[in-house]
């Protein structure tokens, strides 16, 4: 139980371009979900929060306009990578909690932007 | 504000010996606590947790950990190590109080050698 999926898990975009990853929670309800950034040999980075049907909340420094959530069931939560640029590269990770002790977390995706 | 020092950016130990990996804590009130491990391009695995009870967590793998309030930690133990254990760890603490956002700490890698 408790399987969190990513998709795509690779994925490679030109600048300019946007790129939307999805996390989902396979066997249970996440009223909220995570997205994390991850870059090589560092630890993860806390990118915001979304709780189902609300707007998302954002860490500091991470601009809402570049990195879109949707949290649109209790299930699927999106992240889009708007015009996206090389600095954007790098490894997302989203999870899924569905209570105030756990958090699954999923596979990971690998952007890279050319 | 919570916050974890991983205070060895690598461990290395050879295999069938003992293996410890460091973590302490900053966190007002009561802290949940938890270990993951992290292969190459992957997602974080759930190893274990302290909520409350008995201070020695048992969790997967045969690691288990040591809540330690006085001196606000809880490291990772492994009896007998195996080379298959190299990766890279990561502790998180979060308040009691505090929601479910998880604060991570910088991470540890692991390397067994035969």
């Avoid at chain 1, 600095?87 to 105030?100: L, M, N, R, T, V």
Wanted: glycine share 8%.
């Amino acid at each position: 139980g408790a399987v969190v999926s990513q998709h795509p898990s690779r994925v490679i975009c030109k600048s300019g371009t946007s790129v939307k990853i999805e996390c989902r929670s396979l066997d249970f309800q996440a009223t909220t979900m995570f997205w994390y950034r991850q870059f090589p040999k560092q630890s993860l980075m806390l990118m915001a929060t979304s709780n189902e049907g609300s707007k998302a909340t954002y860490e500091q420094g991470v601009e809402k306009d570049k990195f879109l959530i949707n949290h649109a069931s209790l299930t699927l939560s999106t992240l889009t990578v708007t015009s996206a640029h090389p600095e954007d590269s790098s490894f997302y990770i989203c999870s899924a909690s569905p209570d105030k002790y756990e958090q699954y977390f999923g596979p990971g995706t690998r952007l890279t932007v050319t | 504000a919570q916050s974890v020092a991983q205070p060895e950016d690598q461990v290395n130990v050879a295999e069938g010996n003992p293996l410890t990996v460091k973590c302490t804590y900053s966190v007002s009130g009561n802290p949940y606590l938890f270990w993951y491990v992290q292969y190459p391009n992957r997602g974080l695995q759930f190893l274990l947790k302290y909520i409350t009870g008995d201070n020695l967590v048992k969790g997967s793998y045969g690691f288990e950990a040591e809540f330690n309030k006085s001196q606000t930690s809880f490291h990772l133990k492994k009896p007998s190590a195996l080379v298959s254990d190299s990766a890279l760890y990561f502790c998180a603490v979060r308040a009691s109080n505090a929601g479910n956002m998880l604060t991570f700490g910088g991470g540890t890698r692991l390397m067994v050698k035969p």
